[in-house]
């Protein structure tokens, strides 16, 4: 990619959150905000700063955030900035019947952010109180609010249709996170119940995010936030003890529209290094394969650059699509078709276990024209 191509990103989706710049945001620890300012200056995403989950000290939340948001402001002055209370993780989660609070949403305002969101609880499977509580809360919170509604899977999966239902009842923007062990839309499923969600006529956003973020985009969601690590791509069950485990070096492979183990990717590639599926060419990668990245120095950091800036790059080409006549959702379809047939060619000339990932298909079966034809 070359410096005429790096710069503020387009809109990607047919919806907008007014005061926002972009729609594409990367979500990370507050306590990255020396890498992540760099990159959406660098790249033009914006920015979810998530408070540290380990931390449940109110001052440190404050603190930590505060110093997060001050930093990027002056680092990168444009880009948009959202803070993530982050209370719906961990064993000791705060549940969706305990009220979100006026006071971080007043803390948001004093510093500014064109959005303010709920430090809401968790809403866990079939708790259909939960995400009605957390709306009508952030509905008596004024202008500007975003109801944060992490929730069970099976929101998604059983429940879409009544999520969506509450949504536009209460008519606030909401910012959807999925608890998960793994990747939540590679569930059978969870892509069509978050088609469904995104038909409602409130704004609503989807964070803790992988390439998934992208679809959303394609089919209207009003801003979306892919993570850093995989800790900040869906967030982990209370009982699954790889929650707060160091994450393994990972990173997108963005021909084929998915985050794979660098192990994984190293075997693969040493079969047939010439495969056009391992080169990149974002401001990174430079047109390079993807081997630089665990050679690093750093190699988390590196990963983490190259995965948002190949994402950010993926997105401005599909806003030139959509923005060519082709809608969303065909735009994404097309995307996902081909990283499918990328993953066919690693299968067959690589490693035969190797398989797309499952919520590609999905996207592909979501897609208007093939529900009704
Ligand atoms: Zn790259």
Redesign the pocket.
Known sequence: MTEANIGPLRQISVRSLPGLRTDLLVQADCGRQDATASLAHTTGVGVVYSANSRRRSRRKRYTECAAAIHFTQKRAPLADVLVDANLYTGSTRKPADQQPTQDWITFQRHHRLPWAMTDSGYCAASDTTGPIAILSAAGRMGDHVIAALPVASSWLTEDASTLRDAIDKYGVPVALMIEDEADPFDRRGAVSGLVEILRADTPVLLLRSDTAALGALAYGAAAAAIGVTSTYRHFYPKADNSFGREPQLSF?I?ALLGYYLNRRFENAFRVDPTLDAWR??????NGNN?TWIANHVDPSGAAFQ??V??LSAIGQELAGVIRAGVSGPSAWTRRCLEACGHSNTIRTECDETWRAKKSLAEWVRSEPSNVTG
């Open positions: 997108l963005p990149c060419d974002c401001h990174y990668c993807l190259h995965s800036a190949a």
